[in-house]
């Protein structure tokens, strides 16, 4: 914990325990029992996406390249653009019925095509003759990623653990508890046909009361941040679904969405645009939250005598600050996953006004305000019930400790009056700041005519 800069903040007063328990725990219940009724049985439905091709790994023995032959021309005598490079591959399969055996392929053509070269760990799919069954021919799909994909996971968590401690290990385990409840919960229960929205919000707060007090243990600070963290997330719900309404947005906005209802045509796909803004939002939204919070009682601790009002103030300024580069962060993030999506604006002749408020554009953008919005709401939110909580601890906790170090009056009288009065004894030695009295050379003292100021 060293590298852990917040410190232990004052256990909160009893009653203020007990409002937090009883807030907290029924609504923790209710996510539990929610997400019990919603949990999918029986399994995802199977697609239409056909039979699955099997895919064995392989590691490329031999590339042989050659020119490749002259493309016939199109009906309309334009000649059609070629691809890559022309030849064979020859792959030594490592796994499945054939492990061990030499296999021979074309280069791999075409747009987004691996290239690859000797010694390189591919992916090989065999295809089958529809017509001739006992005929069969081999393709290089796809590189193996999985070594170095582990490489990075393994580089990731241990700088998480070596920066973080045993902090960082806690969130370590609250990112595995995330991905456990999302692959588990939130896109099987999509899949199965239930509400997308319903699931979301339900999965949603099952990964905020996990994470969070995994990650900052169970106290009144992390109470807050729940609470604060789940209203924003109901009112970024409620806006998302008057935002989406209002622009009359179905979910078909990208390509990813067409293609999903083509295998599932029962995916609501307005209700899967608003369950993707509340969980993109959960990611941000606690790290606003957990800030304030830890803000508040960060500022309570250095100066005990700021009020409520004060405390809601100062850390409202902090929070104002935490937005102004959280909003750029959301727009950016957006942005950046959309890059291809933005560089068709570029080739686009429509006028500006009619590409913004076009599908694809438009979900982006409502997408990007309604997660903003949403996380504008959390600073005051999180902010007042910290003030609140922070002044209501403060008040009722026993006095601080320095302030039983302080001198009474009577005590302050006394020390004036010795100071005042001649010394004849030596003063005790941890009392470094008062004037030494005048001695002999063999008590160690200086002489009277020298000065007795305590160097500095």
Not at 53 to 71: H, I, K, S
Not at 163 to 185: C, D, E, K, V, Y
Not at 397 to 405: C, E, Q, S, Y
Not at 407 to 418: K, N, T, V
């Amino acid at each position: 914990m060293g590298s852990d800069h917040t410190r232990s903040a004052p256990s909160a007063p009893p009653r203020v325990r007990r409002l937090l328990v009883v807030t907290v725990v029924p609504l923790f219940v209710a996510t539990v029992l929610a997400a019990a009724l919603l949990w999918p049985r029986g399994g995802t439905p199977q697609t239409d996406g056909g039979a699955d091709v099997p895919r064995y790994g392989g590691t490329v023995t031999r590339v042989v390249t050659e020119a490749c032959p002259p493309l016939p021309s199109s009906p309309e005598g334009t000649p059609r653009v070629g691809g890559g490079p022309c030849g064979t591959v020859d792959v030594r399969v490592d796994d499945g019925p054939t492990a061990g055996q030499q296999v021979r392929t074309p280069i791999p053509d075409g747009p987004g095509a691996p290239r690859v070269e000797v010694g390189d760990e591919v992916i090989l799919v065999e295809l089958t003759d529809p017509v001739d069954p006992s005929t069969s021919n081999w393709n290089i799909a796809e590189h193996q990623r999985g070594t170095p994909m582990l490489w990075l996971a393994v580089i990731f968590a241990a700088a998480i653990v070596a920066f973080g401690r045993w902090r960082g290990l806690a969130a370590l385990a609250g990112l595995a508890a995330s991905f456990t409840i999302l692959l588990t919960f939130v896109l099987p229960g999509i899949g199965a046909g239930g509400s997308p929205l319903l699931v979301a919000v339900v999965g949603a707060a099952l990964i905020m009361f996990v994470v969070l007090y995994l990650t900052h243990g169970v106290t009144a600070q992390t109470s807050v941040a729940v609470l604060g963290t789940l209203g924003s997330l109901v009112l970024t719900g409620v806006l998302a679904t008057i935002a989406t309404a209002a622009t009359h947005l179905t979910g078909f906005g990208s390509e990813d969405a067409t293609t999903l209802s083509m295998f599932q045509a029962d995916v609501d796909l307005h209700g899967l645009l608003l369950a993707g803004i509340i969980i993109g939002s959960l990611g941000v939204l606690d790290d606003v939250t957990v800030t304030q919070a830890a803000t508040v009682t960060e500022l309570a601790h250095a100066n005990p005598g700021l009020t409520r009002l004060q405390l809601y103030r100062a850390a409202t300024r902090v929070g104002r600050a935490h937005i102004a580069s959280t909003v750029n962060t959301i727009v950016l993030a957006y942005a950046g996953a959309s890059l291809p999506l933005l560089l068709l604006l570029t080739a686009d002749s429509r006028p500006i006004g009619q590409i913004l408020t076009s599908e694809f554009l438009a979900q982006e953008i409502v997408r990007s305000a309604v997660a903003t919005l949403g996380l504008i709401a959390a600073v005051p939110l999180t902010t007042g019930l910290a003030a609140i909580v922070t002044a209501a601890g403060r008040a009722d906790a026993t006095p601080p400790a320095d302030a039983a170090r302080r001198p009474p009056e009577p005590d302050r009288a006394e020390a004036l009056a010795a100071l005042s009065s001649p010394r004849t004894s030596r003063p005790d030695e941890s009392d470094q700041t008062r004037t030494p009295p005048p001695s002999t050379a063999t008590d160690g003292w200086p002489e009277s005519n020298r000065s007795t100021e305590t160097a500095w």
